[in-house]
């Protein structure tokens, strides 16, 4: 795949009253508005946050 991510996939967890953040992974817009993601990592109990980039 060439075409750069639309967005970044984090996983945030709050540790100890502060949120850690950690890249897991990136999500691409398909031509009919759909959004495919591909994981590095799936966490369990944490939030799941797609950060639009600059380019998407």
Known sequence: MNKKPDYIVKAVKNVEGKD??????????????????????????DKIILIPTRSG
Do not use: C, E, F
């Open 20 to 45: 850690k953040w950690t890249d897991i992974g990136v999500a691409y817009i398909n031509q009919g508005g759909s959004v495919t993601v591909y994981l590095s990592a799936l966490p369990l109990n």
